[in-house]
């Protein structure tokens, strides 16, 4: 109810400044007319085609990013020569926007798919790189040696006490991604290779289309929100109170 109530009252803020003209109604639309774009770009399933071609990217990039980042998360934790080498170029890397890597994409795949990937791909490993390294590095030493003095052998060590340890940082790490790999995609959508939100959100752009542009906006950030709510949310309060560190 409190986020209803809270939607309501920017939509309301939202109307009050487009009666004031502040901009002209072509560089800010009306709340109504950004619904009306909403409706027509559903019904006539242009929005829903470009959704399910970004879907599709973003799926394959976040795995890919998921898998990269825990590898290199595991071989950073590994040693501390790793972490002040690989560790130092991946905080590096972190701050290079992902649109920076297009001019790369473009060259090393053409102008396809796969350039796009590749681009999601970068935005959301180098998060899941630092979460997973942090939380191997980060198990309480107490519990290492209580799993040691009960005879537990390295190997079991690793993956029955440490990996479960650091679940809490790799869920984190997933959440990040997530929204950083939703960044990347339109960055390299605006290849403007097939179908695709970031390609609308071009479009708009050029045709000074600004109810276009919004309604992707909106679009991107009610799946964020339906996504961390419906499902990177409930999977971190079920293992926080797994480890005894949910808020009472």
């Not at 209803?4 to 009306?30: C, D, M, N, R």
């Not at 020569?81 to 905080?91: A, C, K, P, R, W």
């Not at 001019?103 to 102008?111: N, S, V």
Request: net charge positive; with cysteine; aromatic share 10%.
């Amino acid at each position: 109810m409190k986020r209803v109530l809270f939607l309501g009252i920017l939509i309301a803020i939202w109307e009050v400044i487009y009666k004031l003209q502040i901009w002209p109604p072509i560089l800010f639309p009306s709340p109504l007319q950004v619904g009306e774009t909403l409706y027509l770009g559903i019904i006539d399933g242009s929005f829903i085609t470009s959704l399910g071609d970004s879907f599709k990217r973003l799926l394959i990039g976040y795995g890919f990013a998921l898998i990269i980042g825990t590898l290199l998360g595991l071989i950073i934790a590994s040693s501390k020569l790793m972490e002040d080498t690989l560790g130092s170029l991946v905080l590096a890397l972190q701050s290079v926007p992902s649109i920076v890597w297009l001019p790369l994409a473009i060259l090393w795949f053409g102008m396809g798919e796969a350039a796009i990937i590749f681009v999601v791909v970068l935005g959301g490993t180098w998060n899941m790189v630092i979460n997973a390294s942090t939380g191997i590095k980060n198990v309480r030493p107490l519990l290492l040696k209580a799993a040691k003095t009960m005879g537990i052998t390295e190997h079991n060590l690793f993956f029955k006490v440490t990996i479960p340890a650091a679940i809490p940082h790799l869920i984190t790490g997933m959440r990040l991604s997530w929204a950083f790999c939703w960044r990347a995609l339109m960055a390299g959508e605006l290849l403007g290779s097939g179908n695709g939100l970031g390609q609308i959100l071009m479009w708009g752009r050029e045709m000074g289309n600004m109810s276009m542009v919004i309604s992707i906006m909106i679009i991107i950030a009610t799946l964020g929100s339906l996504t961390d709510g419906i499902i990177f949310k409930p999977l971190e309060n079920k293992v926080l109170e797994r480890w005894g560190l949910a808020k009472i």
